[in-house]
């Protein structure tokens, strides 16, 4: 790795910081969203005042702002998300245990997405125009506007109940039972996926035709050059950085959209999880799943930004 | 020496309707959707939450789409539904924008470190899975439609103050900018003026796909059970409602998947098609 | 650090054309805007009759500024794109706003006729009109305000050369007819020959020499001056025209680490040790003619032949 390389590795790890902690403001702030008196809120309406008061003093609410901060803070990085107003039990616990079913729905539809949307936007862009390309564009078109929850239903329909080829709810552990796992999971993660098809399928096919129309190629053909060998060795490294930070774009909105997916098909996962605390104001639940998946997606984030800067000499330069 | 003098706005907008179909097939199904939203009460065949004993009926002349399983007519709920999704999906794109615009305004026009924290927060905003944030922060404001939208609106906001941030970095530079200075003109009256028209285009196409998004993202609550609470009529609700019910009657589903889909269809269609129209120098790939 | 104008010192006259003349990267541009408080300077005063801009508050400086103004180089990015002509003109006056809307439309109108543009143009856009019509826009914009002093910076620089004089010849007699100052700023010697009563030389950043333009042009004192006229002959009446041509060799250096001493002697075909070593002086070598040179005065130049110096034109 060459210095130059390094500089800019720890310059964007540098960047990240101020994210991260402006992210776990945000938050910590959700709680002081809640109109009213929090305590109160959490506590219910037969609430006693006494019930009250020690609810407030548990979550520390009548302490000044910053303190409560720099207190949850605090127990955060040490890998403490307080625990369940409604369960008792320490969040990170209930997180942890249920974040690889998200993951795996997740990584898989994104996986799917890749494999399916790399080749049709390929294939829109190198025939422009043509019959094709229209069929390809309309079919993003509906991906993006289809409900993918909708989609969930119509999937355990048509192949869950009426053929009987996949389990209609639930999950697997991945490490035990791999393929139970990836049977359970794979309906979900086709129903996920449509959105980061039709995402990548046009902003694949958009930057090939971008790159595929430019004076250098069209000067590579005159040269005599086949074209697929343009397309491999310049259209795709030109894009393979746009693809890249599309598929950032993808995973940090299917990470939001197991949510729904999770209830049509009963997973334990984070999203299902996020609802149920959400709904019986378990803010404690609610503050840590996010604070996890925020990472999560940070984190990835990061590495897709360092690994197209190593790639990038232009982007070096900044 | 003699240039063409340019048409009326009205003009101008019916020929490009002309020209382009999908922007005047879009725009037609809003406008029925919009209308049907207002005569609601006059158009459907029934009220929305009148229960019959007549459960999980398939279609028939009394019932053209069905009955749900409290009885309720699924047409009528359908047209009910209509408004409460318009309402839904203008309430959180307004919403993005009223903090969004100013927002990023401001960023782009004062620069320095104005632009420089905000530009953090936005970044720390956008780490956050969109829907899973509209959750938490519903969960803090209490469930509900206009909550929930609320808070949708709230998660568009970074996004849509990006987009106007670089705008205006655009025309902030721009010499007649400058020229509007050196008469005098304050701030204020310049970004009204000047900066936020010649800005506005980009804005105003990703505000008409945010729609079709703010849409989605209605569905998906209501859905959860976070947005529309019963027995007020959403699309995203009839939705869960009739997936529990999928073995008996599956057509339930279809109506309203299809009632989503087709609206935020039309939303995208028609955003694409403004983009097309707003930016003439955009390259055809798009 | 990157000091676009370092070390300028001038005064215009009421009621004068002062011309600044200088290749691209000289500062001229820097200078035409904080003249007319676009950019304030990091160091030193602009001072409008005697008084410093800055001293006003908000509300009292965008009511003073009106009385400068400037043209811009590109007529077509001084419009903005989505305003008829008519609106663009009477911006100003919507501003100030001390006459009644119907009064401002006519005082725009008058504008517009004064410089030529018939009333046609009001309802069009920007994008209709060719390069010397939009410049005629920009300056009946201008003129609403009734300044004392106009910027001109590169005002016909963009223009066909069959328009820039019918522009400079407009500008002529407004300047008559309404008394104003102008500071014209160009690269173009030929142009500010041609109006200037007096000219400032700049070069990456500073002035090198200043006086009336016929002295200026008769016995240039500097080395680069000599070298500008020199390249173009035609800005001067035959008789005075040299026959060498001065090729200044080297490249523009970078204005962000200039040369020692005096900034030109890296391209200076007469550059001493003493020119590296020591920033010379500005000072009045004739009067009303001032230089920045240890040498000048003294040197032979070549746009003027010897001996001419002094001749009557």
């Not at chain 1, 086949?226 to 490294?237: P, T, V």
């Not at chain 2, 956050?128 to 906001?157: K, Q």
């Not at chain 2, 599956?250 to 299809?258: C, I, K, N, V």
């Not at chain 3, 009292?60 to 001084?78: G, I, M, T």
Request: charged residues 15%; hydrophobic residues 50%.
């Amino acid at each position: 790795m060459t210095r130059r390389q390094a500089l800019v590795i720890g310059s964007r790890l540098v960047q990240v910081v101020p994210v991260v902690i402006l992210a776990t403001v945000v938050i910590f702030g959700l709680l002081q969203l809640v109109p009213g008196d929090p305590a109160a809120v959490i506590a219910g309406e037969y609430a006693t005042a006494e019930r009250i008061a020690g609810i407030r003093h548990m979550l520390g609410l009548d302490r000044p702002l910053w303190e409560q901060y720099a207190v949850w803070l605090g127990h955060a990085v040490q890998g403490d998300l307080s625990t369940s107003l409604i369960t008792g039990q320490p969040v990170l616990d209930e997180v942890l245990r249920r974040l690889p079913n998200t993951l795996l729905i997740t990584v898989l539809a994104l996986v799917l997405a890749v494999l399916v949307g790399v080749p049709l936007g390929i294939l829109a862009a190198t025939r422009v125009d043509g019959p094709v390309d229209r069929v390809v564009t309309t079919i993003a078109s509906l991906g993006v506007a289809v409900p993918n929850f909708w989609l969930g239903m119509i999937l355990v329909g048509f192949f869950a109940l009426g053929l009987g080829w996949f389990p209609t709810t639930g999950a697997a552990s991945l490490t035990q039972d791999p393929l139970r796992a990836l049977s359970h999971a794979a309906l979900p993660a086709l129903a996920l996926a449509t959105g980061g098809i039709a995402e990548i399928t046009r902003q694949l096919r958009s930057a090939l035709i971008e790159v595929l129309s430019s004076q250098y190629v069209r000067t590579l053909h005159a040269k005599g050059l086949s074209q697929a060998r343009i397309l491999w060795q310049h259209g795709l490294k030109n894009v393979s950085l746009t693809l890249l930070t599309v598929i950032g774009l993808v995973f940090n909105r299917a990470l939001g959209a197991t949510v729904a997916i999770e209830a049509v098909f009963a997973i334990p996962g984070t999203g299902s999880l996020v609802v149920a605390s959400a709904t019986n104001k378990d803010f404690p639940v609610v503050q840590g799943v996010v604070f996890v998946l925020v990472l999560i997606v940070i984190g990835l984030n990061l590495m897709i930004d360092l690994l197209y800067a190593l790639l990038d000499p232009r982007v070096n330069r900044r | 020496m003699s240039a063409p003098h340019r048409p009326s706005a009205a003009r101008r907008f019916l020929s490009w309707l002309r020209s382009d179909l999908r922007a005047a097939v879009s725009l037609a199904y809003l406008l029925l959707l919009f209308s049907l939203s207002l005569l609601a009460n006059v158009v459907a065949p029934h009220s929305p939450i009148a229960q019959s004993m007549d459960m999980l009926a398939p279609p028939d002349a009394a019932h053209w789409l069905g009955t749900d399983d409290l009885g309720r007519d699924v047409l009528s709920r359908l047209i009910h539904g209509a408004p409460m999704t318009l309402y839904a999906s203008i309430l959180a794109v307004g919403v993005g924008s009223l903090i969004g615009l100013p927002v990023g305004i401001m960023a782009g026009y004062l620069g320095g470190w104005v632009d420089g924290l905000t530009g953090r927060v936005i970044d720390a905003l956008l780490s956050f899975p969109s829907i899973v944030l509209a959750i938490a922060v519903t969960g803090a404001l209490g469930i509900g439609l206009t909550n929930s939208m609320i808070a949708v609106g709230i998660v568009f906001s970074p996004g849509l103050a990006r987009l106007i941030r670089v705008q205006t970095i655009v025309v902030k530079n721009d010499l007649y900018v400058d020229a509007a200075r050196t008469f005098g003109m304050s701030p204020l009256r310049i970004v009204w003026r000047h900066i936020l028209p010649n800005a506005i285009q980009p804005f105003i196409v990703q505000v008409t796909l945010l729609l079709a998004a703010a849409l989605l993202a209605e569905a998906s609550l209501s859905f959860l059970g976070l947005g529309v609470q019963p027995p007020q009529p959403s699309w995203g609700q009839m939705l869960a409602r009739s997936y529990g019910y999928m073995e008996i009657s599956p057509e339930q589903m279809y109506a309203p998947g299809l009632a989503i889909l087709f609206t935020a269809l039309a939303f995208n269609a028609l955003g694409e098609s403004l983009r097309a129209v707003l930016d003439p120098t955009r390259r055809r790939s798009d | 650090m990157l000091k676009a104008v370092d070390g300028v010192s001038l005064e215009v006259q009421p009621g004068e054309t002062f011309g600044i003349i200088g290749e691209s990267g000289s500062g001229k541009t820097t200078l035409g805007r904080a003249l007319v408080c676009l950019e304030k300077p990091s160091a030193g005063q602009v001072l409008h009759r005697g008084s410093d801009p800055y001293a006003l508050s908000g509300g009292e400086l965008r009511r003073h500024r009106r009385d400068y103004q400037v043209v811009f180089q590109d007529p077509n990015a001084a419009l903005d794109p989505r305003m008829t002509i008519l609106r663009s003109v009477r911006e100003p006056l919507d501003v100030a706003g001390t006459l009644p809307h119907a009064a401002r439309d006519e005082a725009a109108m008058r504008a517009m006729e004064r410089v030529g543009l018939s009333p046609e143009f009001a309802s069009r856009y920007p994008h209709e009109l060719s390069g010397g019509q939009k410049q005629r826009v920009c300056i009946a914009r201008v003129l609403t305000l009734r300044p004392s002093v106009i910027v001109c910076d590169e005002a016909v620089a963009a223009l066909d050369v069959s328009i820039q004089a019918d522009i400079l010849n407009l500008l002529a007699d407004l300047q008559r007819e309404f008394g104003l100052t102008y500071v014209f700023i160009t690269h173009n010697l030929g142009v500010v020959a041609h109006i200037s009563d007096r000219v400032a030389v700049m070069y990456l950043g500073r002035l090198v020499e200043m006086g009336e333009t016929e002295a200026l042009l008769a016995r240039p004192l500097h080395p680069y001056t000599d070298a500008l006229l020199s390249a173009e002959p035609v800005a001067l009446p035959s008789h005075m025209r040299g026959t060498q041509r001065v090729v200044l060799s080297g490249e523009l250096p970078s204005p962000v680490s200039p040369p020692s001493g005096c900034r030109f002697r890296t391209r200076c075909r007469f550059a001493q040790d003493l020119c590296a070593a020591q920033v010379p002086d500005w000072r009045e070598v004739e009067p009303g003619h001032w230089a920045a040179c240890h040498f000048a005065g003294t040197l032979p130049t070549v746009s003027v032949p010897h001996g001419m110096a002094g001749a009557p034109s």
